[in-house]
Every structure is written in C-alpha cells, then in structure tokens.
C-alpha cells in the first residue's frame, strides 16, 4: 500500500487526501492549524461570508429604487453578529472537513512537518512532524504532497498590529467598523475588502500601485467597478506604493512613495501572498524554490524530485481554492498511477466578490486585442436585457469570444450581481469545446440575465451557421 503524506490541509491537501483515500493508499495529512486551511479559516470562507452580510445591506439600499423604502439602513450592521457569522462558519466548514477525510479513514496530525531525509536523491521521504503538543514523529512516505500555502505578505514599516494597520485576516476582529478605512493594493483581495466595506457603508480610499483596480482583470470590468466605487464617494489612489505607515491611537498615515501621505482611521494591508516554502525542509530533498519562493510543478503537479508533488498556492499557479483543489487531485491520480490528464488552466473560472461581480473564464479580452489570439468578441450591456431593467441593473455586461472560423466558445466575462453562478454555461461552453450555435440555439428563461448570454451567442453566429 502507498505511504502518503500530505503537508498542509487546505483545498490542495485535504481534496488530495480524499482521492488517495479512495484509493486505497495509506494517508496522513499533517496540519498545524484546522482541516480547510486557510482557504476555510482565515481567507476565502471568511471574506465570502462578510461579503454576503454587505451585500444583504446593498440589497436594502437598493430596494429604494424599486419603491421600497427602508429607513435607517445606516445603522443596521450589527458587527458582532457578523463577526460571529464569520468565525462560526469557518469553523463549521473546517469541522465538516475534518468528519469527512476522517471518515474515508484519512490519518491527521496536527501539527508542523518538515522534510527530514537524510540526504537529497532517496527513492522514499520522511517528514519529520512537530505536533501541536510539543512532541515529534517521524513519517516515512513513498510520495508526499506539499501543500502548505501562502500567508499575507508584509510590508516593512508597515506592519499590522491587529489595531490600526490590519491584514485580511485580522479585519474581523474590529469591535466597531472603521470610520476610514484606507486599503493598500488594489488586486482581488483589496477590491473585494473595498467594495465590501463600501457597502457596509464605510468611507474607503484605495491605494492602487497601478492606473486602475484589478490590473489583471478584465478593464472593461473594473472600469464598471471603478464607476461604482467612484458613486459610492470612494477615492482610488493611482499610481502610488504605500511605503511605511504611521499610527497612533486616533488613526494611521500611509506615506506613499513620492511623499503624499493618505490620512485614516486603519488601514487594510491587501499587497499579496507570500508561499509557504522557507522552512519545509526543502533542502534536505534538493528542491529548488523558483522566483518569488514559489515550487516549481509541471501540469500533473510534479517538483524536480521524484516522489515529490506539489499543490495550491505554495506553487503560484494560478491562486484559487479550485485550482489548488484540482493540482491536489491531479496529484494524486498521477502517483498512484491513474490515467489523468494534465491541469488546463485556460478553462479555469474564477469570480472577483464585488459588488457588482465579475466572473471570467478562458481567453481573456487582453490576448484577443494583444492579437495573442484571433477570436470574435461581443459584448451585450446588461442595460438592454428585460429582467435586469426589471431588477433595477444599470451597470454590467456579458462578453462572449469565440474562434473566428469555428464559433467554438473560448472565452467570456460577466458583470452582474451573480455573476459568478451566470458564469458556469460559458465555462461548460469552453470546457467541452460548444460553439456559439450551441448557446444561441440552447433555451433560456424569459426574462432572464442569462438570455444575455443565449443572446451573445446569437449575434456571434454567422449567416452561413445557420446553413
Ligand atoms: C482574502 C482571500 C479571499 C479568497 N477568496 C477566494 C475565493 O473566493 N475563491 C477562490 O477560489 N479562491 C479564493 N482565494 C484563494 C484561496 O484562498 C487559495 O487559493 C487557497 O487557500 C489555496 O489553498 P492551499 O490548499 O494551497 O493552501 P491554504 O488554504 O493556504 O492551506 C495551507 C495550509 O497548510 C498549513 N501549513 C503550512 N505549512 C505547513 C507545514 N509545514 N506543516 C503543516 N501544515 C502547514 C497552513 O497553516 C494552512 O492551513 C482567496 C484568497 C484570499 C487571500
Ligand atoms: N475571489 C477570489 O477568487 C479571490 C479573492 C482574493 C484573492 N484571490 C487570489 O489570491 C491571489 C492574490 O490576490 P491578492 O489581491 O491578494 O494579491 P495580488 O498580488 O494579486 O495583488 C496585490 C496588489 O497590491 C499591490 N501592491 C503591492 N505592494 C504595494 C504597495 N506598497 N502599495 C500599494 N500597492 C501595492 C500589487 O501591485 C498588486 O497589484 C490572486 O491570484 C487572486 O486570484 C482570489
């Protein structure tokens, strides 16, 4: 039986542990912190449940226009409820976690593992485990997965304290909401801790090191969310790093590069991850990290060293509890010698929290202007669609990409407020290859925001299609 040990319990880890324990391979998963990883306990699970409560207090402000009116929507948010919402369901989903790989017969020790073979280029591994407890245990493997992930990157000089200057993970912990909230970096963790904090009513400045938010989005996306934030009074700072910050008992001053200083109550620290590599034991195996700390993995999640596979964020392929999940899998399958085919990242959907959401999948509009790849673009307001007129949606769209000869389906982006459940017929489209006829000839509901995306394939489609 395969002796697998699995460092590191988030999506990577413990999806890699239920498919080896399906198996039938012989499984311990080592975690220092709770079954989920940080992806449940601290980042993912978290931020999506306060986002539901700011979206619940957008839905009454927005109820306005409709002709329904709500008094004292300023007051409403209740943080400790929400606060607790957001500890109780983390801890839940991780508990969930926990029942479950243990019921498949999943061996988990809690605590921190480090490679400690006694030289590099041996055909098995062993990882040496410090428990929680303080005591030691050596596991001897015939294949471990690295799966440790990545934790917040810091700044020097600008360090969280937990009061003034914050991380995402310690924002919860707030006893009232902040009066100015300044957010430093504007990738999908600032946005989404922007727009939420916008929506729970909080005045927000963005630091943006670059000419927009979500630089690697798509731009016709976060222009939409530059309009709505820009509504909302919120100030976006561009082209600015924030390089130390000041604080005392009244608030914090982030003194951006080129001397401009930003005044406000806290700040909320959104400049990144670092992996989670440096003190594993790397050496002991003879991996090499890559730039920026992270492994280097080929598409069945394989390091340089046989026996070795790593997953998630500690690889930097593509930073997504989905794809961590996947790499997991793959792993797996591959060493316990399943047929399985390599990751393709360009069918991957992913959704950006805000308000509105923006949901993307495959080729990006970027490579279809860069000339990168030659496709058919159409791009339908969601201003012209029935129900969203109904709804009161001013703001969004659905893009829709195919190849120019074929109409097979290569792309798409969607901004609406559910954009990330509207995404899935586009993913499935690009998935198994389905052609614009596909989607224009395919039902949907009237009225409907996802007639939008039937409708997209419609005016994509080409006279002689219908041939
Ligand atoms: C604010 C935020 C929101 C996000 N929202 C989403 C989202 O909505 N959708 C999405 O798809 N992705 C989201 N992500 C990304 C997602 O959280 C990560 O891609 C995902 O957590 C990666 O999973 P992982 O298994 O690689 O690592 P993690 O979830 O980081 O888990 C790794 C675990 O390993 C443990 N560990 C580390 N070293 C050791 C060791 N030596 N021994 C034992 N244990 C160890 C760590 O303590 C941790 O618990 C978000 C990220 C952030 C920061
Ligand atoms: N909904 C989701 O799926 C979700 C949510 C959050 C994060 N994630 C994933 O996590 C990964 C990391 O995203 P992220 O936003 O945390 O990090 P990021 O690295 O993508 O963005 C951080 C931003 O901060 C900027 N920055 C760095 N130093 C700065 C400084 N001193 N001053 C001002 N700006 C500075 C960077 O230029 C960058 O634009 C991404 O791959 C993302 O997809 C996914």
Request: charged residues 20%; negative net charge.
């Amino acid at each position: 039986m395969s002796r697998i040990v699995i460092m590191g319990g988030g999506p990577a880890g413990y999806e890699a542990a239920l498919v080896a324990a399906q198996h039938g391979a012989d499984v311990t998963v080592v975690e220092r912190d709770g079954l989920g990883g940080a992806c449940v306990l601290y980042d993912c699970v978290p931020s999506k449940t306060f986002i539901a409560s700011a979206g619940a207090r957008s839905a009454f402000r927005d109820a306005d226009e409709l002709g329904i009116g709500v008094e004292d929507v300023d007051s409403s948010v209740n943080l400790p409820v929400v606060r607790g919402r957001v500890r109780g369901l983390a801890l839940a989903q991780s508990a969930d976690i926990r029942n479950r790989i243990q019921r498949e017969g999943v061996r988990l020790l809690t605590g921190y593992g480090r490679f400690c073979n006694d030289r590099p280029g041996m055909a098995a591994h062993r990882v040496a485990v410090t428990t929680n407890e303080g005591t030691e245990e050596v596991l001897d493997a015939d294949v471990v997965l690295i799966a440790t992930g990545a934790n917040p990157r810091v700044i020097a000089g600008a360090e969280p304290d937990g009061k003034r200057v914050l991380d995402w993970r310690q924002i919860y912990d707030l006893p009232e909401l902040p009066e100015h909230l300044v957010v430093v970096g504007s990738g999908v963790t600032g946005a989404e801790f922007a727009s939420a904090f916008i929506e729970m009513g909080v005045k927000v400045t963005v630091i943006s090191s670059r000419d927009r938010v979500l630089p690697h989005e798509d731009a016709d996306a976060a222009a939409v969310l530059e309009d709505v934030f820009s509504e909302r009074g919120t100030t976006l700072v561009k082209h600015a790093r924030a390089e130390k910050i000041e604080r005392d008992d009244t608030g914090v001053k982030v003194h951006l590069k080129g001397g401009e200083i930003v005044e406000a109550s806290h700040a909320l620290m959104t400049v990144g991850s670092v992996p989670n590599t440096g003190d594993i034991g790397l050496d002991k195996i003879g991996i090499e990290l890559g730039p920026g700390g992270f492994i280097n993995v080929d598409r069945v999640s394989r390091t340089s060293v046989p026996g070795v596979y790593a997953a998630g964020d500690c690889t930097g392929v593509l930073m997504l509890a989905s794809v961590a999940a996947m790499q997991g899998r793959i792993a797996m399958w591959h060493a316990l010698g399943e047929g399985v085919a390599p990751i393709k990242l360009k069918t991957v959907a992913a959704n950006v929290f805000t308000h509105p959401e923006i949901a993307t999948v495959g080729i990006s509009q970027q490579a279809i202007d860069s000339g990168e790849v030659p496709a058919r673009t159409v791009m339908l307001p969601l201003a012209t669609n029935a129900r969203a007129k109904m709804e009161g949606l001013r703001r969004g769209f659905v893009k829709l990409f195919c190849r120019p000869a074929t109409g097979v389906v290569i792309g798409g982006v969607i901004v609406a407020p559910s954009a990330s459940e509207l995404i899935l017929p586009i993913a499935l489209a690009v998935q198994n290859q389905l052609t614009v006829d596909d989607l224009a000839l395919t039902f949907s509901v009237y009225p409907s925001l996802s007639g939008s995306i039937t409708e997209a394939g419609r005016q994509l489609m080409r006279h002689d299609d219908l041939d």
